[in-house]
């Protein structure tokens, strides 16, 4: 199925959940069906050839043709009971006990009374900015659940009790009455038919090429069919919280999550990882967030983050939906909230035990890491070195690269003058631009707008980047007054750049894995902040970069990423890499790949020019 069905079949399956709310969870739960009744037509047929071959050995000799029949069907059997009787590893984290956390047990009570939800069979807490709720089965897909809670600590420590508590409550929310228990049972089943064409995808022959047949039509409808389920189960959830605590609480915690997330991913583990260039033993993260987290977010920052959050819009590639559709749904504005001043820690007994248990954990893992990262940062303080004194003898290149790499090892570095000496030079120079322009305040548009545009003529490969940034100049209410001339032409551009952009992904991604590529053109500056973005992602154990040379626009730097990402399920790898694909540090666009079935880590070792990174190496 290709994209746009996929997408026809989703709005089909919206359509019919406004028009008709409980007939369209029957269609679900019939199509869900369709794979139970693959499932038990495969266990059938195993046991039928079982059967036929020990009844036919009483009659007729035992022959080859009845000894790969016996072989086979006990294959599928064993696939299929093991897929029937799938089991699913425990959340990671610490359990909690009713004495670690009096508070939260007894709030979760409350919750669970008022909601006349399941009760909440185990609680953990980890070291994740997020909480979540599971059903884990107890025998496969047959009998109960186990309802885990998963609550993390930074979550704990930047939110105030009532926003936490609003927090639970959506998750609660998902597990309410017969609407969460047919969205458990559609995931269970989900993950219980992946196992099953997991296991029979190893098997040769014509049963299992009519198996992947089948699933390969079945996997993508069930997927488009059940979206609306899922995306309307979160709106559900919002709904509950905000009964429970208020639609303004609820609505004041989901934006502080997003600002404070931002936060936390862009502002806190970026400075925490620049103490690598004095401190050659890593420090405990969690001790530092909590003192940290006392302090509201940066105005300006917190600004600018919702205002990208609200330009977000829901995809189909979560069903998660975004802030802006959230609040709408609840009736809230979307404003900046009072900051959470007491954080929810006191719903432990002993905080301190916890903050010093998640310290160790990531000390211990990350002792390679941040000695690599210490020593990388040093020879980054060493090549400032030698650039500063030649002074005025560097070149224009070197000139950026100066001013780069003191902003690496401190953001707020001033470094303009750098910038200045490299566009006295070479005054189209592109790097010299984009760097300048990130050294003016964001309320001189005027001389910002200045800048992009001669960034923007100064070749095609800038353009993208210069219009992005002159719209969101152009539509920041605090950069100064509204300029609509201005903001219609660099919409205008900003299209243009936007289907240059597609129309080189398109390639990027319609191409075979290894086709038109070359050893990647990263130079050392470069290469360092990819590899300090492979140390950040903790899941990475190796990768392999390759220059993507693209037919049509062989000025546009693109790249392939492979990733080794052990012990992780296929859907959180996927997940993973379109994470990276927004984050990685590159210049140019990177579709990312994780090492699996395709390609294989043999392909990639083969025809990827060497792993550019090993974790501990």
């Known amino acids: 199925m290709d994209r746009a069905d996929f997408v026809h079949l989703v709005r089909l399956s919206e359509h019919a959940s406004k028009d008709d709310s409980a007939r369209y969870r029957r269609s679900v739960a019939a199509f869900a069906a369709l794979g139970y009744l693959w499932v038990l037509g495969c266990l059938a047929l195993s046991v039928g050839i079982v059967v036929w071959v020990a009844v036919s050995l009483g009659r007729d000799r035992f022959n080859l043709t009845r000894g790969w029949l016996l072989l086979f069907a006990l294959g599928l059997l064993w696939a299929t009971v093991r897929a029937l009787w799938v089991r699913f590893d425990e959340p990671e984290g610490k359990a909690l006990s009713r004495a670690d956390a009096p508070a939260l047990f007894e709030a979760l ?5 008022k909601i006349k939800g399941p009760p909440v069979h185990r609680v953990y807490i980890d070291d994740d900015f997020n909480a979540s709720i599971r059903q884990v089965p107890r025998f496969g897909l047959f009998g109960g659940a186990v309802n885990s809670l998963s609550i993390g600590l930074p979550l704990l420590m930047m939110l105030d009790r009532r926003r936490l508590l609003s927090v639970l409550a959506h998750e609660y ?15 269970r ?36 069919k059940t979206f609306a389920l899922a995306r309307q189960d979160e709106y559900e959830a919002d709904r509950i919280s905000g009964q429970l605590l208020g639609t303004p609480v609820a609505a004041a915690a989901l934006t502080e999550i997003a600002i404070r997330g931002d936060w936390y991913a862009n502002e806190f583990w970026p400075s925490h990882w620049a103490r690598a260039e004095l401190e050659p033993q890593p420090p405990g993260p969690f001790e530092a967030l909590h003192k940290r987290s006392l302090t ?33 749904a609840l009736g809230q504005k979307a404003v900046l909230p009072p900051w959470s001043e007491r954080p929810a820690l006191d719903l432990l007994a002993d905080s301190a035990k916890w903050i010093g248990h998640f310290d160790n954990l990531w000390r211990r893992a990350h002792a390679g890491d941040w000695k690599q990262h210490h020593a ?14 030649r002074g005025e003898r560097n070149t224009p290149d070197e000139m950026v690269e100066w001013a780069d790499s003191e902003r690496r090892l401190d953001p707020a570095a001033q470094v303009r003058a750098h910038y200045e000496s490299a566009l006295r030079i070479a005054p189209e120079h592109p790097g010299a631009l984009r760097g300048l322009v990130q050294m003016l305040p964001l309320s001189d548009r005027a001389a910002r707008l200045e800048v992009l545009e001669r960034l923007h003529h100064s070749g095609a490969a800038s353009r993208w980047w210069a219009a992005q940034s002159a719209v969101a100049s152009l539509e920041d209410p605090d950069a100064g007054p509204h300029d609509e001339e201005a903001l219609k032409l660099w919409r205008g551009r900003l299209r243009e750049a936007e289907e240059a952009e597609e129309r080189a992904w398109e390639e990027i991604t319609s191409t075979s894995f290894f086709s038109q590529i070359a050893r990647h053109d990263l130079n050392d500056y470069e290469l360092g902040e990819l590899k300090a973005d492979f140390l950040r992602c903790l899941p990475v154990s190796r990768a392999w970069v390759v220059r993507k040379n693209l037919r049509e626009f062989q000025w546009r730097r693109a790249y392939i990423v492979f990733v080794d990402l052990p012990g992780l399920d296929d859907d959180d790898r996927w997940h993973l890499c379109r994470e990276l694909e927004q984050t990685l540090t590159l210049p140019g666009a990177a579709l990312v790949l994780w090492a699996g079935h395709s390609p294989t880590v043999a392909d990639i070792e083969q025809h990827a020019f060497g792993a550019v990174w090993t974790r501990g190496a």
Do not use: C
């Not at 009570?109 to 009374?113: E, G, N």
């Not at 929310?173 to 047919?182: D, E, I």
């Not at 509201?296 to 917190?302: G, I």
């Not at 959050?309 to 559709?325: E, I, K, N």
């Open 109 to 113: 009570d409350r919750i669970r009374v």
């Open 189 to 224: 089943t989900r993950l219980s038919w992946l196992k099953l064409d997991a296991s029979l995808q190893r098997n040769e022959g014509v049963m299992a090429m009519f198996s992947q047949a089948f699933f390969h039509w079945y996997f993508p409808r069930f997927a488009a």
């Open 296 to 328: 509201p977010p940066d105005e300006v920052f917190a600004r600018q983050s919702l205002r990208e959050a609200l330009r977000r819009v829901s995809d189909l590639d979560d069903t998660h939906p975004v802030l802006r559709d959230r609040l709408e």
């Open 173 to 187: 929310g998902h597990l309410r009455g017969n609407h969460g228990k047919l969205s458990a049972w559609i995931y």
């Open 376 to 389: 990388h940062r040093s020879r980054i303080r060493e090549r400032i070195a030698v650039l500063a004194a």
